[in-house]
């Protein structure tokens, strides 16, 4: 089983930029695929997206193409997900999730992820 901590969420006005990481910790890890999550209120969780712990496959959602890029640091064990040009419907609690099946990458619905981080808090004022 990982570990995930997600952190660098906050209040940032639209237009604006954040980077969430997700630190990963246990077990070996270099053959997990990675993911972002997010729930806004009232609403079920939605993908945004998902990198092989290689970075050699991507998948996003339509909605954060373009805008969203993810990326992963193997040496510190970490995911990023870099948002730009935010909006106020991406407000929402962001998570980070993990599978040990490669083909992850390409599943959008959440619960076939198996390894999931407790979210962090992205609020987008208009």
């Known amino acids: 089983q990982v570990q995930l901590v997600e952190s660098g969420g906050g209040l940032v006005q639209a237009g604006g930029s954040l980077r969430l990481s997700c630190a990963a910790s246990g077990r070996t890890f270099s053959a997990y695929s990675m993911s972002w999550f997010r729930q806004a209120p009232g609403k079920e969780r939605e993908f945004v997206a998902a990198i092989s712990w290689s970075g050699g496959s991507t998948n996003y959602a339509d909605s954060v193409k373009g805008r969203f890029t993810i990326s992963s640091d193997n040496a510190k064990n970490t995911v990023y997900l870099q948002m730009n040009s935010l909006k106020p419907e991406d407000t929402a609690v962001y998570y980070c999730?993990?599978?040990?099946?490669?083909?992850?990458?390409?599943?959008?619905?959440?619960?076939?992820?198996?390894?999931w981080g407790r979210g962090t808090q992205v609020t987008v004022s208009s």
């Open positions: 999730a993990a599978d040990l099946n490669p083909s992850r990458v390409h599943t959008i619905m959440p619960e076939p992820w198996t390894s």
